[in-house]
């Protein structure tokens, strides 16, 4: 087996397609690279030469998190680096993780650098946790967030946060999160 090294970002990718307890990293990339490169192979076989082969009809992960940014934060906002995920305005900072399959339980892990980030900032901070599958977020103020990790005595340096989407609860810390869900 050849080992390999990913980066933060990646990882929080792995982490978005991942089934939680159940796939490793290599589960994951099997699955997303292998499988995706035999449907294409499939499609493109079997259209005829003059089409395109067709493209699946549920949105990326990244054109939902532009219609959710869009739709619940409003427009001027540009994509902080080195994140792929975070966008920042004159006046707010939003950072999106995606879990991007329906699902009975949602997982998220925010790493300690774009927390730090977040908890710093001084522009209005925003953490969106989405399943752009069941298009649908929870649009949580970092305020609200530091307020309630506090008051659980959280000591870790990052975020993981596992949901039951049903009762909109985040599990760790026993919170309600139904007043923090946002639709698209």
Do not use: C
């Not at 995706?36 to 990244?62: D, F, L, Y």
């Not at 080195?82 to 991007?100: G, T």
């Amino acid at each position: 087996m050849v080992k390999i090294d990913v980066d933060p970002e990646v990882f929080s990718f792995l982490q978005e397609h991942a089934r939680p307890f159940v796939d490793t990293p290599n589960d994951v990339l099997r699955n997303l690279l292998l499988s995706r490169e035999a449907k294409s192979r499939e499609r493109i076989a079997s259209a005829p030469e003059s089409k395109v082969p067709p493209t699946s009809g549920s949105p990326s992960a990244e054109a939902f998190v532009r219609e959710f940014l869009t739709s619940h934060f409003g427009s001027g906002f540009d994509k902080r680096s080195p994140y792929r995920m975070m966008f920042e305005s004159q006046d707010s900072l939003v950072y999106f993780q995606n879990f991007n399959k329906q699902s009975d339980h949602l997982w998220y892990r925010i790493n300690e650098k774009p927390w730090k980030e977040l908890r710093a900032s001084r522009k209005v901070a925003w953490v969106v946790l989405t399943n752009p599958a069941e298009r649908f977020g929870f649009a949580l103020p970092v305020a609200d967030l530091k307020d309630r990790i506090q008051r659980a005595n959280w000591s870790r340096s990052y975020l993981e946060i596992n949901i039951d989407p049903s009762a909109s609860r985040w599990s760790e810390l026993d919170w309600n999160l139904t007043k923090y869900r946002k639709t698209v």
